[in-house]
């Protein structure tokens, strides 16, 4: 399970993209093969904070049908609230199974201020 962060991120952005791709990789050709996880019964992104120790969940919708492993979610007012190194991390489960994904690290930018 993969998740990519479209772009920089900045303090208090709106709108911003967490995708989660949930794929097994085929041993013959070594490629990624999304993984079906339309019956899946929690759906959920996990943001640690910059300097936290707990980390907040949020939850995913499908891109499509769940049909394709993708799911997304959309960054609201108030998630991105502090600048700094902040964790990400996928999390699905199931009717037979419980999937985390890697723990992705990636920066929350300041942004400037005028007078």
Not at 33 to 45: H, M
Not at 80 to 107: C, I, M, N
Not at 109 to 115: D, F, N, R
């Given at each position: 399970?993969?998740?990519?962060?479209?772009?920089?991120?900045?303090?208090?952005?709106?709108?911003?993209?967490?995708?989660?791709?949930?794929?097994?990789v085929?041993?013959?050709?070594?490629?990624r093969?999304?993984?079906?996880?339309?019956?899946?019964?929690?759906?959920?992104?996990?943001?640690e904070?910059?300097?936290?120790?707990?980390?907040?969940?949020?939850?995913?919708?499908?891109?499509?049908?769940?049909?394709?492993g993708?799911?997304?979610y959309?960054t609201?007012?108030?998630d991105?609230?502090?600048?700094?190194?902040?964790?990400?991390?996928?999390?699905?489960?199931?009717?037979?199974?419980?999937?985390?994904?890697?723990?992705?690290?990636?920066?929350v930018?300041?942004?400037?201020?005028?007078?």
């Open positions: 399970m993969s998740l990519q962060i479209e772009t920089t991120l900045h303090v208090g952005e709106v709108g911003k993209r967490f995708l989660v791709q949930v794929y097994d085929n041993e013959s050709t070594g490629l093969e999304a993984i079906n996880i339309s019956g899946a019964t929690t759906k959920e992104l996990l943001l904070p910059a300097g936290e120790t707990v980390a907040v969940a949020y939850p995913l919708t499908f891109l499509n049908d769940g049909t394709d993708l799911a997304y959309d609201e007012a108030g991105l609230s502090a600048a700094g190194d902040w964790r990400g991390q996928g999390h699905v489960v199931g009717p037979t199974y419980d999937w985390w994904g890697e723990k992705v690290s990636f920066p930018e300041t942004v400037l201020q005028t007078a």
